[in-house]
T-cell receptor
Framework: AQSVAQPEDQVNVAEGNPLTVKCTYS??????LFWYVQYPNRGLQFLLKYITGDNLVKGSYGFEAEFNKSQTSFHLKKPSALVSDSALYFCAVSFPPGTGRRALTFGSGTRLQVQP | DADVTQTPRNRITKTGKRIMLECSQT?????MYWYRQDPGLGLRLIYYSFDVKDINKGEISDGYSVSRQAQAKFSLSLESAIPNQTALYFCATSEGQGRRDEQFFGPGTRLTVL
């Protein structure tokens, strides 16, 4: 089945350390990939997306993500975590035409906790 | 994001009641979406609309209906609410390019069905 997976329910990291939030996808063809963040009591906010081109995508708040086609992954990264980065992060996939899916499919979410 | 508003923000209702959740947007986007969020399940698509005359079921449309009253308004109805529809509901919009466009989310409606 075509899907997107976030294997970690929660990631804990100390402030100032690098962080990685993992996302893998299972899609035939060329998907478009997105990361969103949800702060408490808020809707989701767009962070970044991969459409084509450079595999390293830079986004809001110092986040970046690396598209790896051979590993079918799109991990979210930040060189130095802040306490204010603590939130729920969602990976999402837009499937190619012909798959029957015309809207985004979201992963289950990963809660990032940055300790002071 | 104030460009996408949802009403009500919180609602408690009883089993069997009809409920309508409303979404309005000032972004001028053609595409609108309704999702529900449950812990550990992420966001699941209920219905989506690519323009006023285009309504499509998502992955979990049973028990829900929608109305696209205008480009700016997209309402979600629960005809007869049941407890397992207790969830956080989000409306979202995107521009007309489709696959490559990010979505803009409203603040959510927390619905509790007793």
């Amino acid at each position: 089945a075509q899907s997107v997976a976030q294997p970690e329910d929660q990631v804990n990291v100390a402030e100032g350390n690098p962080l990685t939030v993992k996302c893998t996808y299972s899609v035939s063809g060329n998907p478009y990939l997105f990361w969103y963040v949800q702060y408490p009591n808020r809707g989701l906010q767009f962070l970044l997306k991969y459409i084509t081109g450079d595999n390293l995508v830079k986004g809001s708040y110092g986040f970046e993500a690396e598209f790896n086609k051979s590993q079918t992954s799109f991990h979210l990264k930040k060189p130095s975590a802040l306490v204010s980065d603590s939130a729920l992060y969602f990976c999402a996939v837009s499937f190619p035409p012909g798959t029957g899916r015309r809207a985004l499919t979201f992963g289950s979410g990963t809660r990032l906790q940055v300790q002071p | 994001d104030a460009d996408v508003t949802q009403t009500p923000r919180n609602r408690i209702t009883k089993t069997g009641k009809r409920i309508m959740l409303e979404c309005s947007q000032t972004k001028g986007h053609d595409r609108m979406y309704w999702y529900r969020q449950d812990p550990g399940l992420g966001l699941r698509l209920i219905y989506y609309s690519f323009d006023v005359k285009d309504i499509n079921k998502g992955e979990i449309s049973d028990g829900y209906s929608v109305s696209r009253q205008a480009q700016a308004k997209f309402s979600l109805s629960l005809e007869s609410a049941i407890p397992n529809q207790t969830a956080l509901y989000f409306c979202a919009t995107s521009e007309g390019q489709g696959r490559r466009d990010e979505q803009f989310f409203g603040p959510g409606t927390r619905l509790t069905v007793l």
